[in-house]
């Protein structure tokens, strides 16, 4: 695991990189179904619409906010989300919030 906490691509661990797994063709199979549906649906110079089984036919901020977030943890699963030239941030961040802020 620590090849993944150290890259800090949002992959859960070196198992899921060197295909060793338990159930990880299964996995990296149902990532790029996924991709495969997910992609063709963002809308040139309007982005994704928000759906929970889905983009969603409008495009809109909440989905354009969510989906790219969605794309790269996917495309980690795959050992790719390098290649996409970018990184959630904010709430899709894939680090854990801080817990020492005061208030």
């Known amino acids: 695991m620590q090849a993944a906490e ?4 949002g992959t859960r661990g070196a198992a899921a990189e060197e295909g060793d797994g338990y159930r990880t063709a ?3 199979a149902w990532a790029a179904r996924q991709l ?7 809308q040139d110079g309007e982005g994704f619409g928000f759906g929970t089984a889905g983009p969603g036919p409008q495009p809109g901020l909440q989905g354009t906010e ?5 794309i790269w943890y996917l495309a980690g699963l795959l050992g790719r989300a ?3 030239g970018y ?11 801080r817990s020492d802020l005061r208030r």
């Open 87 to 97: 990184r959630p941030r904010g709430v899709h961040r894939p680090e854990p919030a």
């Open 66 to 70: 969510m989906w790219p977030a969605i």
């Open 26 to 28: 299964e996995i990296r």
């Open 36 to 42: 495969a549906a997910a992609l063709p649906r963002r």
């Open 82 to 84: 390098d290649e996409l």
């Open 6 to 9: 150290e890259r800090g691509d």
